[in-house]
């Protein structure tokens, strides 16, 4: 039925509520360098449950770490520039259409620099709107690798010309990580906060 909610499938779960190796994973999270810089989207909601992909993290803790840690070496220790970098994310975040990713790094991307009429350019594909030679490429480059999981020859080419290899390697690794947290974000049916959840898609 049109406007009807999707509901989450996968329960919040609270900490008093974890085990010690899920509590250790909490508080990586929490105490970590998104919890320790200003906090642009919130971590948590109001009784301490992880907001966004972190919930699901607590499932399987050992993977949890290693996929947490992964997200925080790609936002606070890569080199791409801060707005390259929000601007490849919400690339996948607009191919997936997740609702979260969008919430979150428009936030973020506000905070880089980033205006309205970026951000609407990027859920909207429009990366013309991006004079800066680096943005662009890093935004088409992104858009082609979360889409079609490949880049032709013309296409690495140009991304290994603009980015050199390590900054193709470090595209690749980010669109890779958004993209799984899109499709967990997906699966699990988790909205951003006030709005519905996801439905299914086939895209």
Excluded at 54 to 71: I, K, S, T, V
Excluded at 171 to 198: D, K
Aim: overall charge negative; glycine content about 10%; hydrophobic content about 40%.
């Amino acid at each position: 039925m049109p406007g009807e909610e999707t509901p989450s499938r996968l329960r919040r779960l609270r900490p008093d509520e974890l085990d010690a190796d899920q509590r250790a994973l909490y508080d990586e999270i929490v105490s970590g360098p998104r919890g320790k810089g200003p906090r642009l989207f919130a971590l948590t909601d109001d009784a301490g449950g992880l907001e966004g992909p972190f919930n699901a993290m607590l499932l399987r803790p050992a993977l949890g770490h290693a996929l947490q840690a992964l997200g925080a070496a790609i936002r606070y220790r890569g080199a791409l520039p801060d707005r390259c970098r929000e601007i490849a994310i919400l690339a996948v975040a607009a191919v997936w259409d997740s609702a979260f990713e969008r919430h979150a790094h428009e936030a973020v991307g506000r905070a880089a620099g980033l205006t309205d009429d970026e951000l609407r350019a990027l859920r909207d594909g429009d990366h013309d709107a991006f004079t800066d030679e680096r943005e662009r490429l890093v935004a088409d480059t992104a858009r082609a690798l979360a889409g079609r999981g490949d880049l032709t020859d013309e296409e690495f080419t140009r991304a290994r010309d603009v980015l050199g290899d390590d900054g193709v390697f470090e595209l690749t690794t980010l669109v890779g990580y958004y993209a799984t947290l899109a499709l967990q974000l997906r699966v699990f049916r988790v909205a951003a906060p006030h709005e519905p959840a996801p439905r299914e898609s086939a895209g």
